[in-house]
């Protein structure tokens, strides 16, 4: 079987992004040819190949807590920048598939030549655009940028060849909106078993509270409000009492990280909730 080109694009860091990362390595892994159009921090090569990707970073960085119209913009001259160089790498060497990674679903776009050359398009939805619109959008505009979030997911997910979910909640939810079910590809974004070896696992605990040893428990992920991640915290000031050497250590990134180192001290569990650097420098 000849080899396939595929290129990716996010609104991301790479390799830093790790679901971005696997599924490009695991192109590569399997023969083929995978390159990535992504963003570009400060010191950050222009192009590079990491692991047998082909990296293309675009003159742009991302924040986090940044207002809604702002980073509306940013989806958008990073669309426009997106669009300039898949569609001139293109022209070079024709790719067989455009994956893009959301937010925002209308990325998309940017592979419109592309897709007109024949190239297959795949949306991969890691969130729900109307319910993280719900929860980042205030005041009496809300209703309408809700529903402007829906029409935009609605023709995204139709431009696109096929759709790929991070879980069955997103699945549900795209099948709800009219998205077809032969259309969709549920992938779950789990761990890398190569770096999870039966040889690294601790040993299992017993239920006894004089167990020794500490007891961890880890989220890594986006930490927005949204993501529930105060709840485990509750969580842990509960468990405590019967679990002493219960330890959560939390390392990802976003604007809620200080509510939620409050919510621990309000809680008397700083000792017991560690928050990670979570950086491409890292």
């Not at 490009?24 to 990491?50: D, F, M, Q, T």
């Amino acid at each position: 079987m000849s080899s396939i080109r595929v290129c990716a694009i996010t609104f991301d860091w790479y390799p830093f992004d790790p679901l971005v990362r696997r599924t490009s390595e695991a192109i590569v892994n399997a023969g083929h040819i995978a390159e990535v159009i992504s963003l570009r921090r400060p010191g950050e090569k222009r192009y590079e190949v990491c692991d047998g990707v082909h990296i293309h970073r675009l003159p742009m960085d991302r924040g986090f807590g940044r207002s809604l119209p702002v980073t509306v913009v940013n989806w958008c001259w990073f669309l426009l920048l997106a669009a300039l160089t898949v569609t001139r790498l293109h022209l070079k060497h024709a790719y067989n598939v455009i994956h893009v990674h959301n937010m925002p679903d209308f990325l998309v776009f940017s592979a419109v030549i592309p897709k007109l050359l024949g190239a297959k398009i795949i949306l991969h939805v890691q969130d729900a655009s109307p319910e993280l619109m719900g929860t980042k959008a205030k005041g009496p505009l809300r209703k309408r940028l809700v529903k402007l979030a829906s029409w935009q997911e609605r023709i995204s997910t139709a431009f696109a060849d096929h759709v790929i979910t991070v879980g069955w909640p997103f699945e549900e939810l795209l099948l709800k909106r009219g998205v077809p079910a032969e259309k969709i590809t549920k992938i779950l974004n789990s761990a890398d078993p190569k770096f999870f070896p039966p040889s690294r696992r601790p040993p299992s605990h017993s239920d006894t509270p004089e167990e020794k040893g500490s007891f961890i428990v880890m989220y890594y992920g986006t930490i927005a409000e949204r993501s529930g991640v105060d709840t485990a915290i509750r969580a842990v000031a509960l468990a405590r009492p019967t679990v002493p050497q219960l330890c959560l250590k939390i390392k990802g990134r976003g604007e809620y990280i200080t509510a939620l180192e409050q919510l621990a001290a309000e809680l008397g569990i700083s000792d017991s909730v560690e928050f990670l650097s979570s950086s491409p420098s890292s």
